[in-house]
């Protein structure tokens, strides 16, 4: 069945340091692939979504890539900030969640 | 800000109470979801409803009962929860709706969550 499995954490980063997580999946068909962020206290929005194999998604400052070849879509920014700390979740379509990813960003 | 918007945000009830928690959406879409998140976990779904039609229950106790009452609108009923059902409820909607074996392209639209405690 579909499936998604996404990099354990917590991630400490320092201010402006380089940020990977890693997300791989498992999927019949080709479905969507999301990023989603959560703050503390709140719900899930959209990061970011690629549609078919090679799109790139982006906003704020992250990307990533739907790689049909290597089943990833991992998550990356150049810079992170202490306003990135949050979770993060992978997602395969709007039913198979990974079980995120908390990224703490120092000052 | 959020266009689905979830009341209450907050809900403290007893094992013998009824209570409801209310979810509203003004964007037009035609699928609406109930999803449940403990601590520290990704969220599961729990029911999907399709042009205001149950779609989908994920074998969730009878305890939890949803009700679409219009295409805006998604209702959740709680009656003798017990203390592990203590979770941050989410609901969201989408534009499409769609089956698990069918894949989806379109996006989850969440709310922030009501936040259930049950004594």
């Known amino acids: 069945g579909d499936s998604v499995t996404q990099m354990e954490g917590p991630v400490t980063l320092s201010e402006e340091a380089f940020l990977t997580i890693n997300c791989t999946y498992t999927a019949t068909g080709y479905p969507s692939l999301f990023w989603y962020v959560q703050y503390p206290g709140e719900g899930l929005q959209l990061l970011l979504k690629?549609?078919?194999?090679?799109d790139k998604g982006s906003n704020k400052g992250f990307e990533a890539t739907y790689r049909k070849e290597t089943t990833s879509f991992h998550l990356e920014k150049g810079s992170v900030q202490v306003s990135d700390s949050a979770v993060y979740f992978c997602a395969l379509g709007k039913f198979y969640f990974g079980s995120g990813t908390k990224l703490n960003v120092k000052p | 800000d959020t266009e689905v918007t979830q009341t209450p945000k907050h809900l403290v009830m007893g094992m013998t109470n009824k209570k409801s928690l209310k979810c509203e959406q003004h964007?037009?879409?035609?699928?609406m979801y109930w999803y449940k998140q403990k601590a520290k976990k990704p969220p599961e779904l729990m029911f999907v409803?399709?042009?205001?039609?149950?779609?989908i229950n994920e074998s969730v106790p009878s305890r939890f009962s949803p009700e679409c009452p219009n295409s805006s609108l998604l209702n959740l009923h709680l009656h003798a929860l017990q203390p592990e059902d203590s979770a941050l409820y989410l609901c969201a909607s989408s534009q499409a709706p769609s089956l698990p074996e069918g894949g989806s392209t379109g996006e989850l639209f969440f709310g922030e969550g009501s936040r259930l405690t049950v004594l």
């Open positions: 690629a549609t078919k194999a090679d």
């Open positions: 964007m037009g879409h035609r699928a």
């Open positions: 409803y399709s042009y205001e039609k149950l779609s």
